[in-house]
């Protein structure tokens, strides 16, 4: 398997900005990704960087370093909705290649 | 509607009785997958298609079967569950070209 370590639980609050970490060791990388998981649900993709530098969607960003295999999901604005599982993905390989994912980060809002 | 189709959504059965899970795409994707979520250890890979009638191992293959028949079908199957197989199990394809995971909506699977 790959080694990709992300923290297990977060807790913010309504309004504030959260930083999601996650690092990885693989070979052959091709790309990571965030994906948001609501309870009972399937997990939404969120981001994907593949280049270092900083992706900006709307409230959520994430942040690539390739040679430290690093990278973080930050969050602002925080909303009660985003009270939810954040997980990181490794992808290996060919553009096809097979995806890696983290435990998940339980991130919980509180007003 | 593009959406990827898990049947059904919650299944209970006892060990060694066979059982099939249904995995349908309309968006003509040439990679489908299998993965099994279990508290504290994330998703796992069961097994994989790159394309009709290609298929390999994941992370966790044993017990396990798939086909891949047809390019928008990728049904898994227990020959004989066991309760260790009692998990939540998502079906995910993806396209050529394209980054994202496409998930079906979960089976939550229970082997007494």
């Known amino acids: 398997g790959q080694n990709i370590d992300q923290p297990t639980e977060m807790t913010a609050t309504e309004g504030a900005i959260v930083q999601i970490n996650c690092t990885y060791q693989t070979s052959g990388f091709n790309g990571l990704f965030w994906y948001q998981q609501h309870a009972g649900e399937a997990p939404t993709f969120l981001s994907y960087n593949v280049l270092d530098g900083l992706e900006e969607k709307g409230r959520f960003s994430s942040f690539l370093s390739r040679s430290k295999g690093y990278s973080y999901l930050l969050l602002k604005e925080l909303q009660m909705k985003d009270s939810a599982s954040y997980l990181c993905?490794?992808?290996?390989?060919?553009?096809?290649?097979?995806?890696?994912f983290g435990r998940g980060t339980q991130l919980t809002v509180w007003p | 509607e593009a959406q990827v189709t898990q049947n059904p959504r919650y299944l209970i059965t006892v060990t060694g009785k066979k059982l099939t899970v249904t995995c349908s795409q309309n968006m003509n994707h040439e990679y489908m997958s299998w993965y099994r979520q279990d508290p504290g250890l994330g998703l796992r890979q069961i097994y994989y298609s790159m394309n009709v009638e290609v298929t390999d191992k994941g992370d966790v293959p044993e017990g396990y079967k798939v086909s891949r028949k047809e390019k928008r079908n990728f049904p898994l199957i227990l020959e004989s569950p066991s309760p260790n197989q009692t998990s939540l199990y998502f079906c995910?394809?993806?396209?050529?070209?394209?980054?994202?995971?496409?998930f079906g909506s979960g089976t939550q699977l229970s082997v007494l």
């Open positions: 993905a490794v992808r290996r390989g060919s553009t096809l290649g097979r995806l890696y």
């Open positions: 995910a394809s993806r396209g050529g070209g394209q980054e994202k995971l496409f």
